[in-house]
């Protein structure tokens, strides 16, 4: 990092003390700034870039896109359609766009318009292909009219329509371009016509050959079916197989008889379990039985006493007889025994009414066994009876199953046979249904696709869009000639502006020369020397400066220009260097050649002793003597003299006949040594005279990059100054050559930024831009030459 400790504090910008920090400009100055710098770019670009929009706008055939807006899906009357038998599957709007865009539909169109003579097909149509065709004459090679071949038309013309699906819907846009708006709604409306001829045609062809393979695959499924039906009737007529309600008379047969054992094995086990219960109340009863144990038949029911478990409406009178007298025997038994108590209690038990009550309740109790005995009776008779009819239909049930076992393997071929005979039959109505909403279809064919909105010739065209085009040339304009400029900032490595300066070197900007116009200064300094020409004359032996035109004498010639006021801002920085009274000797370098500083060392020495002063200027360029042979070309001896002590001071030094400016030659030494003299005890000495002579000694010291001059010399200097050419140094130069000679850098006073356009600064200073304003020099009488 650079870092000059010993910069004089008056010269120097006061934001060094603040760790070289500045507020840069904002966006907006930035923005502006670049503008600026680069408006003449851009404008070029943008005029070139509209210009060659407005071209092609005259180049480019006009093109009108026509549209027509086809809704797909079915378009058939309810009346009409065969009833489905399953969900159609949804429409596929990909697919039907790609027949659109087909090459089947685009050939057909082809044909049918005969667009192989259509001038937007075979190449010549339009201004474009006229310009191509002369160009091709022009060089002598003459096109040969030829047909344009099939896959050529086809692209021409697919490149030309587009179809495409609105949204969601199931309408597509087809559009198609052409340089007439008519053909272009022609050729559109073809299209849509083409595509619904393709889809009926294929719907024809389709329905034609479903109906022909419906119709012959319906002929073999009525022959298997009547086939299959036959073999199960001859299978049972062979085995005496009779069938009803869709079932075998066997097995029906089988399944009432199965019934029927059941019911007569239930009814028989009741009959059995009403039996057992009369023979035990007969084991355990007798006439001197209590009469609850024998009261207890007439917990019976009807059908329990009658047999009949399920007995139809009515019981017989008998049954209902028994249950009666049982029941009237069991209340005149218990009115006796109310009666027997009474009287036992009231007359004693051995009273004769009492022993009669007691013989009339056996008496009782002895008929009521009888009449349970001949229930039971009828029990038995009844068991015997269902046990019997048991029997018989065990008897017939197993003849039954014998017979079935006979059939069970024909039952088994039959079942089969039906199965097989019932599947015929159902595909075949399935197909003769599909085969008749076929052939309904066929004889009303309709396309499933309908214009919602034909074509029609287009008013303005689609294409080139000047609006469009003319936005596009504009803002290209605008940002090519913005890559421009930002390409130009990129590469820019040089300094532009002072923060510039003081920010990469952390130097002071002690002045900015403009840059002057040749010719004016060379009209203005040819006079001024015409003025002194004749007071050089009489100088008689006196070694004077030649005065010419040029540059170097542009301070003093044009003392009230703006280059003069950029010499004295010098000057003042170098009078009020804090160390001044010790400091003599200044040094004036560049980085590179040809930055200008053998010119600002000259302005300055004039300057200076245009005041008064005593000034010596003492050319150190030593390789390249430029500062010598614009002030004394005729000098034979130089300073190089002098240090080997060939010469002495007083015969080599030159005098400036109007500031008295005296001026040391650096003449005399040969180009490989010349850092040894710079650096010998004798320049030592050399300068330590002219430091006893003169106020101010102006060096002029080889550049920093090429040689080592300026540093093998830098002892014997007090101060430098560093020239550094607007715009054209690189940054990077400058800090590598002050990295490579500390010795310098250290005691660098602050850089002058040479042959500056004024202009062009103010584009580049942003904020402070105006303070180099030709406006404000001119109202203190100060000329700009530049």
Known sequence: MLHNPNVSAVAYNPQQDHGWQRTGPGPFNTALGFLRRHYLVIAIATVLSV?????????????????????????????VQPQPTQDDPPLDMESQIEILKSKSVATAVIGKLNLADDPD???????????????????????????????????EFQRRMTAFRIGTSTVVEVDFSASDPKRAAMIA???????????????????????????????????????AERAVNELKSRHNIVSADGKFMDQQQVTELTNRLVAARTHTASLMTRLSRFDDMLATNNADTPIDSIAAISDFSPAELSGNLNP?????????????????????????????????????????????????????????????????????????EAKQQQQEVEKQLAQAVARSQDTRAAEVSIRELE????????????????????????SFPITKARVISAATPPKKKSKPKSIVLLAIGLFGGLALGGGLGLLAEVKDR????????????????????????????????REAALRVADKADTDGGQRMVSRGTGTCWAASAMPSSRFAESIRSLKVAIDQDPSRASRKVFGLTSALPNEGKSIIAASLAQLIASSGKRVIVVDCDLRNPSLSATLAPDAGSGIADVVSGARRLEDTIWTDPVTRLHFLPGKGAAQHDTSDILANKEMRKLFEQLRETYDYIIVDLPPLAPVVDARAISALLDSFVLVVEWGRTPADVVEHALNTAPNVY?????????????????????????????????????????
């Open 51 to 79: 210009a060659a929009s407005i071209a092609i706008l005259k180049v480019l055939p006009p093109t009108y896109s026509a549209d027509v807006k086809i809704m797909l899906g079915s378009a058939k009357p309810p009346a």
């Open 121 to 155: 097909f075979n190449g010549k149509g339009g201004p474009l292909q006229a310009a191509t065709d002369a160009i091709r004459r022009l060089v002598g090679s003459t096109p040969e009219p030829s047909a344009p071949s099939t896959d050529d038309l086809l692209d």
């Open 189 to 227: 409306n073809a299209i849509a016509k083409e595509y619904f001829d393709q889809q009926l045609k294929a719907e024809t062809n389709e329905h034609r050959t479903v109906t022909a393979w419906l119709h012959e695959r319906l002929q073999d499924l009525g022959n298997d079916a009547t086939a």
């Open 312 to 384: 139809p409406d009515g019981l017989s009178l008998s049954n209902s007889n028994s249950t009666a007298i049982i029941n009237s025997l069991r209340q005149q038994y218990l009115d006796n025994a109310k009666r027997e108590y009474e009287y036992s209690a009231k007359y004693g038990s051995d009273h004769l009414a009492v022993v009669n009550i007691r013989a009339a309740m056996k008496s009782i109790r002895q008929a009521m066994l009888d009449e349970v005995r001949r229930l039971a009776d009828v029990a038995k008779h009844d068991y015997a």
């Open 419 to 442: 199965t097989s005979a019932k599947g015929y039959r159902a595909l075949y109505d399935t197909f003769l249904q599909r085969y008749m909403g076929s052939v309904q279809q066929g």
């Open 494 to 525: 040089s300094f532009r502006t002072t923060d510039q300066v003081e920010d990469r070197l952390r130097l002071p900007c002690l002045s900015v020369v403009p840059l002057l116009k040749h010719g004016e200064v060379n009209r203005v300094t």
């Open 746 to 786: 250290d005691t660098l006073l602050g850089v002058v930024l040479n042959k500056t356009d004024m202009k062009a600064l103010k584009r580049y200073a942003h904020h402070f831009g105006d303070y180099y304003n030709h406006e404000y020099y001119a109202r203190y009488g100060s000329v700009m030459a530049e």
